[in-house]
C-alpha cells in the first residue's frame, strides 16, 4: 500500500512471477522474494548520486538514484517534467548503507527535528527506548530501525483499516506513515484515526507525494491508476487521491492541532508533522 521504487526492477521481471507476487498476500513473503530477486540482478549497478546531506537515518553519505515513473502513470496523473524529477528522486534515491529512499530519509528527518535531536534516526531507539511507535504499513526503509523499539507495532494493510484502527485512544507517542494515505478512500478519516491513537502533544509524521503547484485532487470518477511498479493492479497500489499544495487544509481539518511542512530537500523530500491537540 505504497509508492515503492521496484518499478525497474520488476519491468524486467517474467509474467509468471509478477503474478505470484500480485496475489501474494503475505507481506513477508512478497517481500523475500522480491529481495531475492533484486538480488539475483546485483551486478546491475546503480549510478552514483550526489546529495548535499548525510543520510538522516543512518549517517551514511553514498548515493544511488533509480528512476520510478513509467509512461502511463505521468500520463495518469498529468504531471510534468519537472514534476517527474523531483517525483523520480523522491523514490528513487537511496542510502547505499542502509537502503532508505529519499522519502524515507524525509520522515527520519522529520521526526528527529521534532524531538529536536541532532541524531541519526538509528540511535533513536537508544535516545528514546520506550517511545510508543505506531507504523501504519511499512514506512519505508524505516522498518529496520523501528523495530528496535519494545513498543513498536506495525499495522499492515489488509489487517489493519487505516481507517478504523484497533486501537485505543492515545495509545500513541508517534505514528508513522509514508506513501500510504493516498491509497485510502477516505483520508481525512485515516488522519483522524492517526491523531486518536496519538497522545496529546504526540505527532503523526507521515509522507505522500505532494505535487506542490496545484491542489488535491480525487481520483473518484477517473480511471484506475495504480503506484508500485508498471502493470501493477493490486486493489492497495490505486491512487485513491492526489495530493497537493493543500495538504496541510486536509491535515487540519482531521483534527490536527498544527500541521508542519518539513523539508530534507524541496521538493522532493518533504515530509508533514501533524501534532495531535491536547483538547480531544
Ligand atoms: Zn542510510
Redesign the pocket.
Known sequence: MMVTTMSSQRRAMPARVRGALTHLRDRDTRDALRSALTAARANRRRPVAAAPF???????DTFETIRVLWPELIEAWNVGPAEVDYINRGQGLT??????RLRS?ALAHAVMAKLNLGL?F?ALSLRHPLLRILEVNRAG?LTQFLRAFSGHVLAEYPAVDMMRLPYDDQSFDVVLHSDTLEHVPDPRRAMCECLRVTRPHGFVAFTTPIIHGRLTRSRLGLPDSFHGYEGAVEPDLRVETEFGADLWAEVLAAGAASCEFVSLEFPAGVAVVAEATSAR
Open positions: 548525510r543520510c538522516p537515518c543512518c549517517s551514511g542510502c547505499a548503507t542502509c537502503g532508505s530519509m541519526p538509528s526503509e
